[in-house]
């Protein structure tokens, strides 16, 4: 049986039972779990609990031969405060902004088969949106819930409708921060420059997966050029019940990459909790 330790101070009582040893047999039952909220679960309902906030430090830029590699570590932690692992995490971003909408009047994400986004004061063809595109929810003063940020595939775009990949369950938002765009971004004197996330350690199907910790260290590679200007960073995370079922958590922010302080970590923490 694997080891239970809490990471943080709790109100919670936790029972082994043991199964009685004899006949051969040494069985040992899932640990029980009182979360101080008169509810009893299993060792593994309560390590598979809905992720309560996903946060991202800045740890730091390497200098490469044509430009630079920003590090994050971004950590997981359920409503208890301890960390989640084996939690599939899926960092995006924007570099290249064709949309920017600070709170979009007339914008909302609604569910159904497929998910779509719309925004009536917004012509989504005549701004070059394309299936090459990705949809970047921010949060803002009135909306910031955790199940609708971050990023959104595109895979159809209408005048003022956007048709996404990913399901949402969630009631319909309105009133929606967003940006729209892609990795590539021109640049006056020096043309396109490139920001992506780093996945040569990846095979072509793996995606990145906390630790023990509830921590993952992702990489963002850019073109020199790229180096004191922003982009906009999603992190999404997908827990899996079974069958199609699942539970979606996002957050998202404006980054400014490092010029200046090549190999210089900072330890700057993000509040990314969406909170």
């Not at 004899?22 to 101080?36: L, R």
């Not at 399901?167 to 971004?185: D, F, H, M, P």
């Amino acid at each position: 049986m694997r080891e239970f330790r809490y990471t943080y101070p709790i109100l919670a009582i936790i029972f082994v039972a043991v199964g009685i040893i004899g006949c051969g047999s040494n069985d040992v039952m899932d640990p029980i779990v009182m979360d101080g909220e008169d509810s009893i679960i299993s060792e593994k309902e309560f390590r598979d609990h809905t992720i309560k906030a996903i946060s991202v430090t800045y740890a730091g830029t390497t200098c490469k031969e044509n430009g630079g590699e920003a590090s994050y570590v971004a950590h997981i932690v359920d409503k208890y405060g301890n960390p989640v692992e084996r939690i599939t995490l899926i960092p995006s971003l924007i570099n290249g902004v064709k949309i920017i909408e600070d709170i979009g009047a007339k914008s909302m994400l609604s569910k159904g088969s497929p998910t779509i986004f719309t925004d009536n004061n917004m012509d989504f063809i005549s701004k070059g949106v394309t299936n090459e595109d990705r949809l970047i929810i921010l949060p803002n003063s009135l909306n910031f819930r955790q199940d609708y940020l971050g990023n959104w595939t595109i895979y159809q775009v209408g005048e003022h409708m956007l048709s996404l990949r990913e399901t949402y369950q969630g009631e319909s938002a309105l009133r929606l921060s967003y940006v729209v765009g892609n990795e590539k971004r021109y640049i006056d004197g020096y043309g396109v420059a490139v920001a992506d996330i780093d996945r040569s350690e990846l095979s072509e199907d793996e995606n990145f997966s906390t630790d023990s910790k509830g921590e993952v260290k992702f990489n963002v590679v850019f073109d020199r050029a790229l180096a004191g200007h922003t982009f906009t960073l999603a992190l999404n995370a997908y827990i899996n019940y079974g069958g199609s079922s699942s539970y979606r958590v996002g957050i998202s922010k404006k980054i400014t990459l490092d010029g200046d302080n090549f190999n210089q970590g900072k330890g700057e923490s993000f509040p990314l909790d969406g909170l």
